[in-house]
């Protein structure tokens, strides 16, 4: 059975950072495309960012450009979102997701990040 | 970045009944044409991918159309759990999703 299990978020203060983690089980973690998606509160679902097999490819949404990065550990059959420079735009259930020619097939149950002022 | 526009906003239907939910798209997606469904404090769920194909143990009453610009899910017969968000999403130009149709109990 897949699995993604995310953890680390939680309340920080703007300007602060979170380090996002995702723990994968159930499939060949190696072999598949990964993706941050995050739902603010009562809102829509948006796309982050994603890393390809090896890590060695990442692309972002142009909000989080440059004070957000995606990486993995195949050993560890993990995904992480390091987060800085939070605002209150950034406040949002993060979801880890597996790629799958274009769309996103497994979803984890989130963990919630909140940015106070 | 590619806009997708979902109607209606909200559906209000009876269990039973035939759902028809459309997603249109601002510029051609192909079938790069993905449909979710989100119920509350819960993660989305795939329910069809490249814009007909049923994603795994997906009931058969849940169908997806279209290409190009415009696409529609349907549910054949509404069942009491089927009553959620739904969500499209591309996956031709970046991913962006529609901002959702929320299908409620008449």
């Known amino acids: 059975e897949v699995q993604l299990l995310e953890s680390g978020g939680g309340l920080v203060q703007s300007g602060g950072s979170l380090r996002l983690s995702c723990a994968a089980s159930g499939f060949t973690f190696s072999s598949d495309w990964m993706h941050w998606v995050r739902q603010a509160p009562g809102k829509g679902l948006v796309w982050v960012a994603r890393i390809n097999i090896d890590g060695s490819r990442t692309n972002y949404a142009d909000p989080v450009k440059g004070r957000f990065t995606i990486s993995r550990d195949n050993a560890k059959n993990t995904l992480y979102l390091q987060v800085n420079s939070l605002g209150a735009e950034d406040t949002a259930v993060y979801y880890c997701?597996?790629?799958?020619?274009?769309?996103?097939?497994?979803w984890g149950r989130g963990t919630l990040v909140t940015v106070s002022s | 970045e590619i806009v997708l526009t979902q109607s209606p906003a909200t559906l209000s239907l009876s269990p039973g009944e035939r759902a028809t939910l459309s997603c249109r798209a601002s510029?051609?997606?192909?079938?790069?044409l993905a449909w979710y469904q989100q119920k509350p404090g819960q993660a989305p769920r795939l329910l069809i991918y490249d814009a007909s194909n049923r994603a795994t143990g997906i009931p058969a009453r849940f169908s997806g159309s279209g290409s190009g610009t415009d696409f529609t899910l349907t549910i054949s017969s509404l069942e009491p759990e089927d009553f959620a968000i739904y969500y499209c999403?591309?996956?031709?130009?970046?991913?962006?999703f529609g901002q959702g149709t929320k299908l409620e109990i008449k």
């Open positions: 997701t597996r790629g799958v020619t274009g769309a996103f097939d497994y």
């Open positions: 510029q051609s997606v192909s079938n790069f």
């Open positions: 999403q591309q996956g031709s130009n970046w991913y962006t």
